[in-house]
Structure formats: structure tokens, C-alpha cells
């Protein structure tokens, strides 16, 4: 059966598991070596069992562990073209790492029994990218965060998914009244910045459509978003369509630091 813990999550850091009972992969590790091995033997993981690692972009929020985990367990690490360029530029990788680039629309790798195929998104990195990953029975997981706005390509690469880890940064009104300087919260509301509740919401109803029965809220900010809003957001928009939580759907929101543990379907 398939496996999925985002095992941290949010502008702090993000790093999630996805696999099953042998073997998996992670997608970004933007914690130190140390955090992600704790996390991952909390809930019985096993890092030896890591085969791959995939980045989604450059920020230090997604890679700030990736030249010692991948050194310490001698993984070859993916990205796009653009992204490993800037990965060697900021000194992320250790000369020895394997990388191996993964273009967006093009062919899937074949990792840790999973097949991975990778998809553009909107963002202010060199160039970014989200991940679909069919799972050895056959189950369909997408990560996509990390992008200003919506785009089709996003769209119809995670349609059809059975589960879709999918950004809600932040709150507008919490945004806009924050602490934040004017050019930050620019760049935050910008379409290469992040997606906020309300523009996750409007998606979920038509994944539900395409046969999505499970959703993770991610990448929320601690300073302009809440767990309980970013919740209430997505939950009123897929039940002002008719749908019923627990029948139609699963709902979460992804904590900083994961509190519910593996997910198993």
C-alpha cells in the first residue's frame, strides 16, 4: 500500500516522504540531515530506505539538508536543469552527489519503485517545478507548492490524482495587515509568489471532479495563515459544492512538523 507523510511543512521548511512498506523517496529536504532522519524514525521510517531525492526548487526552505542528507546516503538527487544549476551556484550539493536532471512534461524517473514525472510551476526560482508520482500499486500522489497562481499546466498535472499536497500559503487579510515589508508581501501576492487559501480553494472542487479523495494542505506561512482558516477555506468550498467530508473526501492541513504521521491508502 501506498505511503505519504509531508514530515515538514511551510516556510520553515518542507520535506515529505512518499513510497511504500520496502522503499521511497523524498520530495525537497529543507531541514537540516539530523531533523529529517528524527522525523522519519518517529514514524518508522527508515532513512537507508530512501532511494532518491527530488527537488522542487533552489529556496533554502526546500534544500537547506540536501548536501548532507544525500551525501550521507549516497542518493542521486533530481531537479530541473535550471534548478541544478543553481543548486551548484549556492552550494547545496557536494561535488560528489549524483545529480540527475528531470525535465517538466517530459519522461518519468524510476525511483524507489515509484515512477515521477515533473511539471512546471510559477514561482521566483531559477526554475521550479512540482511532482507526480505513481506509486508501485498504482496509487497517484502530486506535491505542488510553491507557485504565485494556477496554471493549466499545474492543473492537468495533478488532476486525477488520488492524493494532492497542494499549497495554501497564507491568508490575504492576514497577509496584508502583517508585519511584513511592502516588497515582501509583493512578492508573496505576486502570480511567482505563493498561493493563497482562497485560490486553493477554487481548485479543490474540480480535483474532487477528477476522482482526488484526499487533500494536504501545505506550505502555510506561521506569520499570515492559521491551520483551523486554511481548513475552514478548502472544507467550505468543497461542501458548497456538495460535497461531505469523510465521505467524498479527506481533508488535512499539514503542520509545521508532522503530527498525524504516515498516511496509508
Known amino acids: 500500500m501506498a505511503r505519504y507523510c509531508p514530515l515538514f511543512s511551510g516556510s520553515e521548511g518542507n520535506c515529505t516522504y512518499i513510497g511504500n ?3 521511497g523517496i523524498l520530495i525537497d529536504a529543507g531541514v537540516s540531515a539530523k531533523r529529517m532522519e528524527e522525523a522519519m524514525t518517529r514514524r518508522g521510517i527508515d532513512p537507508r530506505r530512501i532511494t532518491a531525492l527530488f527537488v522542487t526548487h533552489e529556496h533554502g526552505d526546500h534544500v537547506l539538508g540536501l548536501k548532507v542528507f544525500a551525501k550521507r546516503y549516497r542518493l542521486p538527487v533530481y531537479a530541473t536543469p535550471g534548478t541544478i544549476a543553481a543548486l551548484i551556484d549556492k552550494n547545496y550539493l557536494d561535488p560528489a552527489t549524483r545529480c540527475r ?3 517538466p512534461g517530459g519522461p518519468g524517473v524510476e525511483a524507489g ?3 515521477v514525472t515533473a511539471f512546471a510551476t510559477p514561482h521566483d526560482s531559477r526554475q521550479s517545478c ?5 506509486t508501485p500499486d498504482g496509487r497517484q500522489v502530486a506535491v505542488a507548492t510553491d507557485m504565485g497562481h494556477m496554471t493549466d499546466v499545474v492543473r492537468r498535472a495533478i488532476t486525477g490524482c488520488d492524493l494532492v499536497h497542494i499549497e495554501s500559503n497564507h491568508d490575504l487579510e492576514m497577509l496584508k495587515a502583517g508585519p511584513y515589508p511592502y516588497p515582501l508581501k509583493q512578492r508573496i501576492l ?3 509568489g505563493h498561493l493563497c487559501n482562497d485560490a486553493c480553494g477554487a481548485e479543490l472542487f474540480g480535483l474532487a471532479r477528477g476522482g482526488t479523495t484526499r487533500f494536504v494542505l501545505a506550505h502555510l506561512s506561521r506569520q499570515n495563515n492559521l491551520p483551523d482558516l486554511a481548513y ?3 472544507r467550505s468550498a468543497l461542501s458548497g459544492n456538495g460535497l461531505l467530508e469523510g465521505a467524498d473526501y ?3 492541513v499539514a503542520a509545521p512538523e508532522d503530527a498525524y504521521g504516515v498516511m496509508i491508502f
Open 21 to 23: 512498506a520496502d522503499a
Open 130 to 134: 512540482g511532482y507526480r508520482i505513481a
Open 101 to 103: 536532471e528531470i525535465q
Open 190 to 192: 505576486g502570480s511567482h
Open 250 to 252: 479527506i481533508l488535512r
Open 232 to 234: 475552514r477555506t478548502a
Open 113 to 115: 519503485g515509484c515512477l
